[in-house]
């Protein structure tokens, strides 16, 4: 099966066409046939058929045909166009999101952040999609969530699509500002399909989170209302009452229960303000991961340099870049930016490495003569 569908796997030949193929040694036929049905429409009916030798059938049934569709559905998820759904404002109660098509450049080995930090989150993203069978095994739901945290412009985002580009997930991008309800949102999240990427960015902008009351408590705000729903979709309890969820009748529950919703799923969010959050969002079992991205280290700005300017560890700047990095504090989007704005040869990379330690060398002394909280020079 497609997966995020339940469409099955078409396997076709070109009508009375016939391949040959070959499993563990066993000679196997596929032929194609058209034949007519006995309807007075009398339409065409197209029939595969299989032929081998007696003796092998069980090796066929039990160990070829699962083989042939697991290659059907490697093929029909690489072709496959994937796609972007944003959450829009519903004029009925049958148009949850607004599909586009998914075709972000970003990717892990790319992105400007930390190398250890970025094999890291793939050998963790492997482990979650492999394990299936562990999850059911020990009654978890087989979700994982993540939490992004870092000034803007550290790279949030484009983690975000770099991760769904190494899933080959679809994306469920939720504006929680355009979510009138708690019954809104959990048809929302009812709605997003198995192998895929949910995120809410700047989860701290959308509500304010930080000035609920204590979890023993619940006054109805609009904005707890939402925060349970999000909650409620974490911990895997679910109804579809319109009335006020109390987060603090969610949160008692350790286990939950599933609805419909099956299958893989990737939830992400991101802040600039990890502060703001509610501890009751952060608490282990509901955040898997508390993922920081900073500012640009000298080993994420040689993958920009090496990205951009096909610039490597010889360039004579390269050991001053390093020493001020330690020093000044600057974005892989403000140094991205600066990369951008020169030629590409290499006339050009030699003045964008420039550029990028003359900015450093600027924001040094400007930090070294501001004053520091006493008034003084922090030169002096």
Not at 75 to 83: A, D, G, H
Not at 267 to 286: K, V, W, Y
Not at 293 to 315: I, K, M
Not at 332 to 355: H, L, N, R, S, V
Request: hydrophobic content about 35%; glycine content about 6%; some cysteine.
């Amino acid at each position: 099966m497609d997966r995020g569908s339940s469409r099955p796997i078409a396997l076709l030949l070109p009508d009375c066409h016939t391949t040959n193929d070959t499993f563990r040694g066993i000679p196997l036929r596929w032929s194609s046939d058209i034949g007519r049905s006995s309807t007075k429409a009398s339409k065409k009916q197209r029939h595969l058929k299989l032929s081998f030798p007696r003796q092998h059938r069980h090796v066929v049934s039990s160990f070829y045909m699962p083989h042939i569709l697991k290659e059907a559905e490697s093929i029909c998820l690489m072709t496959r166009e994937r796609r972007l759904y944003t959450n829009t404002h519903a004029n009925d109660d049958y148009r949850f999101w607004c599909p586009a098509p998914f075709a972000h450049p970003s990717n892990l080995d790319t992105l400007a952040i930390d190398p250890t930090l970025r094999d890291d989150i793939r050998a963790d993203l492997l482990r979650f999609v492999g394990r299936q069978d562990y999850y059911a095994r020990v009654g978890r739901r087989w979700k994982r969530s993540y939490l992004l945290y870092g000034p803007p412009g550290t790279g949030k985002t484009s983690l975000v699509a770099a991760i769904a580009n190494f899933l080959e997930f679809d994306v469920f991008h939720i504006d929680l500002t355009a979510v009138d309800s708690n019954l809104e949102l959990h048809r929302l999240l009812d709605s997003t399909t198995p192998g895929s990427v949910i995120v809410v960015e700047d989860i701290d902008c959308s509500l304010d989170l930080g000035d609920r009351m204590e979890e023993t408590e619940y006054d109805g705000a609009e904005g707890t209302t939402i925060l349970s729903c999000v909650l409620d979709f974490m911990d895997g309890l679910w109804t579809s009452s319109e009335e006020a969820i109390s987060l603090s009748g969610v949160l008692n529950f350790v286990d939950g229960l599933w609805s419909s919703s099956v299958g893989e799923r990737l939830m992400i969010f991101t802040t600039n303000h990890p502060e703001r959050l509610d501890p009751a969002l952060l608490r282990p079992g509901r955040m898997d991961r508390q993922i920081h991205l900073s500012y640009c280290q000298p080993a994420a700005f040689r993958v920009l340099a090496r990205n951009y300017l096909e610039v490597g560890e010889e360039h004579e700047l390269m050991a001053e870049v390093d020493a001020l990095l330690k020093e000044v504090n600057m974005t892989p989007a403000e140094i991205a930016e600066i990369f951008m704005g020169c030629d590409g040869d290499g006339t050009g990379a030699d003045a964008a490495m420039q550029k990028v330690v003359d900015e450093l060398r600027r924001r040094r002394l400007k930090e070294a003569v501001s004053p520091d909280d006493d008034g003084q020079l922090s030169g002096e």
